[in-house]
Structure formats: C-alpha cells, structure tokens
C-alpha cells in the first residue's frame, strides 16, 4: 500500500534561517508529488506539485523541493523563512494514472517561524 | 470565484444525532472527495464520487454516508456520530479527466461529539 512519511513532526526556526522539510513515500510505480500548506486556520493550498520532467520543482512564495527516484524522497526547501511561513506542511502522492484521484498524505510538519 | 465551500464551519453536536456537512463547488468538477484531518495522523480520505450517482469508499468510510444527486453537491452525512468522529473535515474536487487533476479544497469543517 502507499504511504507517505514525514519525518519532522515539530521544527521551529529563526527568521532568515534555512528550511528543508524531508518526505519520503513508499509505492513501486509511478507517482504524482505535491506539497500542501496549511496557514492557521485556512484550508490546504497547493505549494508545489511533480508530475514529470525537471525533478527540482519551484512553488510559490519562494518554495522548492526535489524530486530523488532513487531515494523516494521529494523534499521541500526555502532558503530563507519568514514569519509568515508559519504553518502546517503536507507531503503527498498519487499513483500516477490510477483509477482516482486519491492523495496520500503525510501526517504533517507544523513549522513555527519566531521572529 | 472558483471555490469549493462548507457548511457548518463548526458543529458540536451529541452521540447519536444525525447530521449532514454539505460541500458544494462552482467550477463544475466531476471530482469529489472528503478527508479528514486528525492530529498526528494527516488527511485520510472518507469517500469520494467520480460524477453523479458514482460514490466508492476511501480509506475510513466507516460511520459516514455521502451521496452525489447533482454535480455540485457533495454532502456528508454522519447518521449516528460517535466521538471517535470528532475531527477537522475537508471536502475537495477536481476535474477528471485522466491522470491527475488539482484538487481544490474547502476551508474544513471541525466537528465535536460529545
């Protein structure tokens, strides 16, 4: 079965530090990746997505992530966080060309960026 | 505005009394799905509904009940909650057509039984 791990549950930074969030999945074929933000109290956004081609992947508000086959890993980085990054961040995947749309996620890594 | 919307956005209700979450979406999605998000565990898909009258189970279908009358509708119906379903509730649609498609959510909905 598929599943998705995220291995930072808790990660507080300074502002201006450097990020990188670690997701891997686990699933034999091929696979859709995203990443999701969760401000307080909003519903998931989609930062980032991979479906194929170039495995480094650029989002929105300056976020990026990696696609690395070999390790099954898709990481998600920000050179420099803000406070405004705070937030609930979501690894997930689909199987590419399954039957639905279903995504897997992560359980979650909830940033808390201190001014 | 393309959105996907919720109703109730809060619920605390009792053990045993049925109660209905509605989803709608204005972009005409065939796609429909519900989550719910428990701490610690991320989002856990509920059911989900390809197009009207088309529904099939998720990965925690247990307790609930959904159906798909017309197009925009995707209502969630917990005929007797238990508190073991009190959790934060996302419904979600997309397009479909082949492959994947950007699923869009709504803003949730936290419900608590008591």
């Known amino acids: 079965a598929q599943s998705v791990s995220q291995h930072n549950h808790h990660v507080i930074l300074s502002e201006a530090a450097s990020l990188e969030l670690g997701c891997n999945y686990s699933?034999?074929?091929?696979?859709?990746l995203f990443w999701y933000v969760q401000y307080p109290g909003q519903h998931l956004q989609l930062l980032l997505k991979?479906?194929?081609?170039?495995?480094l992947v650029k989002g929105i508000k300056g976020f990026e992530a990696e696609f690395i086959k070999s390790k099954f890993s898709f990481n998600l980085r920000k050179p420099s966080v803000q406070w405004s990054d705070t937030a609930e961040y979501f690894c997930?995947?689909?199987?590419?060309?399954?039957?639905?749309?279903?995504?897997?996620f992560g359980t979650g890594t909830l940033l808390a960026v201190q001014p | 505005e393309a959105q996907v919307t919720q109703n109730p956005r809060y619920l605390i209700t009792v053990t045993g009394k049925k109660l209905t979450v509605t989803c709608s979406q204005n972009?005409?999605?065939?796609?429909m799905s519900w989550y719910r998000q428990d701490p610690g565990l991320g989002l856990r898909q509920i059911y989900y509904?390809?197009?009207?009258?088309?529904?099939d189970k998720g990965d925690v279908p247990e307790g609930y009940k959904v159906s798909r009358k017309e197009k925009r509708n995707f209502p969630l119906i917990l005929e007797s909650p238990s508190p073991n379903q009190t959790s934060l509730y996302f419904c979600?649609?997309?397009?479909?057509?082949?492959?994947?498609?950007?699923?869009?959510f709504g803003p949730g909905t936290r419900l608590t039984v008591l």
């Open positions: 979600a649609s997309s397009a479909w057509t082949g492959g994947y498609n950007e699923q869009f």
């Open positions: 699933y034999g074929g091929t696979v859709n």
């Open positions: 991979y479906f194929s081609g170039d495995p």
């Open positions: 997930a995947v689909n199987r590419k060309g399954g039957a639905t749309n279903k995504l897997i």
């Open positions: 972009m005409n999605h065939e796609y």
């Open positions: 509904s390809m197009n009207v009258e088309v529904t």
